[in-house]
Structure formats: C-alpha cells, structure tokens
C-alpha cells in the first residue's frame, strides 16, 4: 500500500526512468561556427526579419541568447531554414559586436535605456520648419545622443515652402552640423532631395523626429518601392499622430534604378517611430566634448569634474586666448545643459 503525506518515505517514491537516459548538464553552447550572416531589418513581437544573402528571413531569438536583445541594425548569425519561404523559421545564435548603439530613455529620470539602433554611422534629426513648430530643444538632446553614440550628426528640415530655413539654420552653424533642406511640395526630385541622397550614400542612416515632421513622407520619397503609411498634423495640439510603429531598415536605391535588389543598395536608411520625448539619463555629459575638437584640447586644463558651465573653467580663457570661436563654447554649454530644461521651452 502506497503513503502519502508525512508517511511518505523513500520507499514509497515511484519514478519512471527516462528511455534516453540521464545526461549531464552542461554550459558549453554550440558554435555555430556554419551559420549564415544576417542583417536585421525589423523587429515584430518576437519575429525578426532578417536581410541573408539577398532575400528576406523570418527569424526567432534563440534560447542560448539569454535577455540578450537583438535590433534594427544588428549583424547576427542565423541556422534552420534559410530559405525565406512562407511559413518557414530561422533562428538567431549569435549577435555580433556592434559598432555603435543609439539609445534614448523615456524621460530624463528614467534608469531604463532603450536601444534605437545598432550599427548606425549617422543620426539624421529631421524636423519641420513649420506645422508643426521645430523643437530647438529636442533636435539638441538628439544631437547629444549622436555625440555620445559616436553617430556623425544630420541635420534635416522639411516643409521649407511654409517657413524660411535660415533662422534655424543660424542657431547650429557654430556646430558645423551638415544639413538638407526639402519642401512639400517636391521631396523627391528637389535640390535639397538630391543634397540628402549625397549625404546618405554610402551610410547607415537612422531618421528621428518627433511625429508629423515629415520623416516617413521623406523616406517614402527615397525609398519608394517601400511605401509606408504616414498621418497629418492634428491642427488642435499641433502635434502629428504616431504612424509608423516600429523601426524599419530600407536600402537605398542607387541612382537611376529604383527597383534594385537590397544586395545592391547604395546605403540603408532606419526609419523610426516619431518620438515625443529624448531622455538622456544614460548619457554621459563629460563624452559629449569629444565632438568639439577645437575645445576638447583647452578642456584638459580644467579641475577635476569641471562642468564646463561654471567659474573656473578652462575652456573661457581657451577661448579668449583666441583658440576657438566664443559661438563654438556657446553652443556646447547649450548642449551640455539640456537635461536641466524642459524640452519643449
């Protein structure tokens, strides 16, 4: 007669051997070493499309991975079936080291950092000079991102038939930013469309602005055999409505063809969801400096934790001394300052 309960003793357990026996555990994880390179080109609640060889793969994050996340931009190492077929699935074993991280979070007090991108080489801030109104401060806390990301920055302004460029413009010239200025009414074949596509090939590129600014429109314009869906301005609050909703790598098409497979894109754009907001609690303030060059030299003599923004700083006789323009120091203290003000000021 079987016991149960505080009766129970070792003679009374019953268990079924397994048919395929015991095996030790073990930490060793496959190789891999025949896996197939991928590009990510989307991420979709679990199922990552991935660019191999020329043809898109559906793809999972596998369990040897851990928490490890995998993004747009990533370089990964893909097994199982290749083939791109409906209905098939690969898995994702490795991801390779990336090259830079774009990251953002919620809000200036938010611990948790949130990967935009991997492997971008520049960070295109796109904003309109009209409908809705630019936004000076989150076109700098996204140029401190690109700083500290290691991205080459780009400055894009849409919408240039409903307000002059020149005034904003003048606000970050002393940063010697790169820009492209495009119109409504013309973003494919415009002048400042033709300046864009110079400045995109070639790169990774990676399209951030806050909603309605035009960004989609823009990466329709480049990319038109991927259309996505785009929204207006809501003309109560002035802000545009969120329609693109998860980050999506298109290659660009080499001039005069349109049509070419990805394998011979002339350069990838990343375009993202619209954001309201550009936390920059991760950010390390002290890196942003790497980007002055003509200032990085003068900080050296400054005291240990010097902000840049106080009394005794070294960089004000650097300066003065005739060592770098006084527009040029302006322009980083605004920088360096913008966790402490409110976006929208």
Known sequence: ???????????????????????????????????????VLTVDRGRLTCLVEGRTVIAVKARELGRKGVVVGDRVALVGDLSGARDTLARIVRVEERVSVLRRTADDNDPYERVIVANADQLAVVTALADPEPRPRLIDRCLVAAFDAGLEPLLVLTKSD????????????????????????????GPGAEELRARLRGRITVFVGHSGVGKTTLVNSLVPARQRATGQV??????????????????????????????????????????RSFGLNHIQLSRVIHAFPDLEE????????????????????????????????????????????????
């Open 162 to 189: 409903l307000a002059p460029a020149q005034p904003l413009l003048e606000t970050y010239a002393p940063l010697g930013v790169p820009y492209a200025v495009t119109s409504r009414e013309d973003p494919a074949d």
């Open 234 to 275: 809501n003309a109560v609050t002035g802000r545009g409505r969120h329609t693109t909703t998860s980050a999506l790598a298109l290659p660009l098409p080499p001039a005069g063809a349109p049509d070419a497979p990805p394998a011979d894109a002339d350069g990838w754009v990343i375009d993202t969801p619209g954001v």
């Open 1 to 39: 007669m079987r016991r149960y309960g505080k009766h129970t003793d070792e003679d009374d357990i019953r268990v079924r051997p397994s048919r395929r026996g015991s095996r030790p555990r073990t930490h060793t994880r496959p190789k891999h070493e025949d896996a197939a390179e991928g590009f």
């Open 298 to 345: 003068g900080a050296a003599e400054c005291p240990r934790g010097c902000s840049h923004n106080e009394p005794g700083c070294a960089l004000d006789q650097w300066v003065a001394d005739g060592h770098a323009d006084p527009a040029r120091l302006r322009s980083l203290r605004r920088l360096l300052a913008t966790r402490e003000r409110r976006e929208g000021d």
